[in-house]
């Protein structure tokens, strides 16, 4: 039962330039879209969100974007920074429930 | 800055013991969870309380496992008799309330089932 797909499990973008994190859901149902960031041993740590009637979200280096007919958002990161190597997991609220991606792990190359 | 905070760091236990993970929520925050991930898979939800009782659960919340918020600031799972598949990442996560969207997750709780 895979709700919410992040088909891409590693992803390596020079410094400075621009990093796109994937993810589709299947699931209408779904009322806000969530981005975390998760180092090794430590908890997810939570970046950006966004309303399932918004198509776009905006905080400073990071931007989120819905496309609810094609049921997709992505993560843009610009310019990306080497302390943004991590793995990002997308993650879809229903109720109070957060489903999450398998997480896409993103390396920054100096 | 305020965080979710958890203990222990790391717990080994034999298969059929029971164990109590702990985790203390942000303070103002009024909804509580807990989920796992097992090494190399997704990040899942177990439960989620509010108003001192259970709101949801998956269906790996079963029998076995019990939420508690024993007094205010403590919010502790309970795994009664552990098996093998037990062995995941635990993580404890607190929200504001039904309209915030971000749960703020601590750093987990490792525990290992031998």
Redesign the interface.
């Known amino acids: 039962d895979q709700q919410v797909k992040q088909n891409s499990p590693s992803l390596s973008v020079q410094e400075g330039r621009i990093s796109i994190l994937n993810c589709d859901y299947t699931n209408s149902m779904f009322d ?1 879209f ?1 981005w ?1 960031k998760k180092y090794p ?6 970046l950006i ?1 966004i ?1 399932s009637i918004k198509d776009k979200n905006e905080d400073g280096r990071f931007t989120v974007f819905l496309n609810k007919s094609a049921k997709h958002l992505s993560l843009h990161i610009v310019p990306s920074q080497p302390g943004d190597s991590a793995v990002y ?1 997308c ?1 879809a ?1 229903w ?9 896409t792990r993103l390396t920054i190359i100096p | 800055e305020p965080e ?1 905070t ?1 203990t222990p760091s790391h717990q080994v236990t034999q298969m059929g013991q029971e164990v109590i993970l702990r985790c203390v929520p942000i303070s103002n925050h009024l ?1 509580f ?1 807990w ?1 796992r991930q097992i090494l190399g ?5 177990l439960v ?1 309380f ?1 108003n001192n009782e259970i ?2 659960k ?1 269906e790996i919340f079963d029998d076995q496992f019990s939420v508690e918020r024993p007094d205010g600031s403590n919010f502790t799972l309970k795994i009664r008799s552990t098996k093998l598949e037990d062995s995941a990442m635990y ?1 404890c ?1 607190s ?1 504001a309330g ?1 309209q915030s ?8 709780t490792r525990l290992t089932v031998v």
């Open positions: 806000y969530l975390y041993a430590e908890g997810p740590t939570f969100s309303s997991f993650a609220r109720n109070e429930k957060l489903t999450f991606g398998t997480g | 979710v958890q909804y969870y989920y898979q997704k990040v899942e939800f989620s509010y709101s949801e998956s993580f996560a929200s039904i969207t971000e749960a703020f997750f601590g750093q987990g």
